[in-house]
């Protein structure tokens, strides 16, 4: 059997309307108990406090609803990894989130901000009966800032966001929203047919989204990858390589949630495919074994194969020199609507974008959809910048790509 603990602590600080709103601590913790019976699994979660044996008892009843599968538990072996990330005051984060609304107003003195900045620290510990003893404790900081500018009839919204351990630069942040804001003081018609592209990094996850799932074993396993048959294969530009590194930045991670270590892996190397990730059961499948990427996207389910943290290899020019090498195009900030899915079929409405005029920006694009496929534009990479930053999970640079279609109001 195995028994999964997570324990989390979150202090969040809300900002609405230019001035702090709320203050907040929040507590969870919760066991989830995995068994097999008869090679049949059952699964059991309790929240707070648990009585070991109405657990058991849950798990057992469970698994009588199941087949057998093969029993997948990491070998055995006592692991206590050294905390990682340093906590900061509330008082702190009210500061961050003063100075940066603070900054924003002085340029833009029209606008409205909102700002929500937290400290989570999250321990996790795996039990099992093989004699596995496993645990760590991580702290992130995090935090979103937003500019709500009305003029008129027209409105826009500018956001982001910044996920650390140790320190958050919310004037950074700042920085970068009063750029959005500047080059949005114009408004200008799109341009419309076939353009060079320029993804932000925080625009570019809707194709790192397409290629993460593209890479999953469980997708080769269910023949829905497009890439199942393509190991060693030339699946991108040569200008991408993708890969993952337990070490990196906020997300990094000794072990996953089967307790099997994980380790840096390269995906993708100069457009060749080298590998896919697995968890236990599926890299017993592919016959390779697990790659330590078996997580479990809630308390309550199975571990599955997926990515703790993926980096994209940066180019070198920052995103202004990019923005300079463009004659005629388009830049993508934010988008509205779902992503591409794993097709890489794609067609999504621009919520901020800009037209870009012999290596400069004209002004903000309205009413502008982008469409185009993931895997297409992939292999049509032009360049990637030395921007990259972490969003969410995924430390990613700006790219340009081509072969996508613009179509707009005039």
């Given at each position: ?15 609405e309307?230019?001035?702090l ?5 929040s507590?969870?913790?919760g ?8 090679g049949r699994p059952g699964l059991?979660?309790?929240y707070?406090?648990?009585?070991p ?12 609803l ?5 029993i ?5 072996s006592k692991?206590?990894y ?24 002085q ?5 409205i901000?909102?700002?929500?900045l937290?400290c989570?620290?999250?321990t ?11 645990s760590y ?8 800032l937003?500019a709500?500018?009305v003029r ?5 919204t500018v956001g982001?966001g910044?996920?650390c351990?140790g320190?958050l ?5 700042a920085?970068q ?7 949005a003081e ?7 047919g076939?353009?060079?592209?320029l ?15 593209a890479?999953?074993?469980k997708?080769v ?13 030339q699946?991108?530009?040569k200008a ?6 337990p070490d990196e ?19 993708i ?9 697995t968890d236990r059961?599926?890299g ?11 997580f479990?996207?809630?308390l309550?389910?199975?571990?599955t194969?997926?990515?703790f943290n993926?980096?994209i290899?940066?180019g070198r ?11 005629e195009?388009?830049v993508v900030?934010?988008m ?8 890489g079929?794609f ?15 004209l002004g903000?694009?309205k ?11 992939l ?12 969003n969410g999970a995924c430390?990613?640079p700006s ?11 005039q």
């Open positions: 059997m195995e028994v999964f603990q997570s324990h989390s602590l979150s202090r969040p600080v809300y900002f309307a230019n001035r709103k709320q203050l907040e601590t507590q969870v913790e066991t989830a108990l995995r068994l097999w019976r008869e059991a979660v309790a707070g406090d648990i009585e044996q109405a657990l058991i008892d849950r798990a057992v009843a469970i698994s009588a199941n087949e057998p599968e093969e997948e538990l990491a070998p055995g692991l206590s050294p905390d990682v990330g340093e906590s900061v005051t509330v008082d702190q984060l009210v500061r961050w989130g003063e100075s940066a609304i603070a900054l924003i107003r340029a833009y003195p029209d606008v901000c909102e700002a929500e937290e989570d620290i999250e996790t510990r795996i039990v099992t009966s093989k004699g596995l003893d496993c404790s991580d702290t992130t900081l995090s935090s979103y937003s709500e500018w008129g009839e027209d409105f826009l982001d910044q996920t351990r320190h630069d919310l004037n950074q942040l920085d929203i009063l750029q959005r804001l500047e080059w114009v408004n200008v018609s799109p341009p419309v076939r353009f060079p592209i993804f932000t990094a925080k625009a570019a996850d809707m194709l790192w989204a397409t290629v993460q799932a890479l999953s074993g997708r396993i269910e023949r829905s990858s497009p890439w199942s048959d393509r190991i060693g294969e699946v991108t530009s991408l390589t993708l890969s993952q590194d930045g906020p997300f990094s991670c000794p072990f996953d949630d089967e307790g099997t270590p994980t380790q840096p892996l390269v995906f190397e100069n457009g060749i495919l080298r590998l896919f990730y059961t599926i017993r499948k592919l016959g390779h074994g697990s790659t330590g990427n078996g479990r996207p809630g309550g389910s199975y571990p194969p997926s990515l993926t980096l290899k940066p020019r920052s995103l202004p020199e990019l923005i300079a090498s463009l004659d195009g388009l900030d934010q509205l609507g779902g992503g591409a899915g794993i097709s079929e067609s999504v409405n621009v919520e901020l974008g800009y037209r870009v005029k012999q290596g400069k920006i903000r694009i009413d502008t959809m982008v469409a185009g496929n993931v895997y297409t534009a292999q049509n990479l032009v360049e990637l910048g030395g921007d990259a930053d972490w430390y990613t790219l340009i790509v081509e072969d996508l279609s613009t179509t707009g109001k």
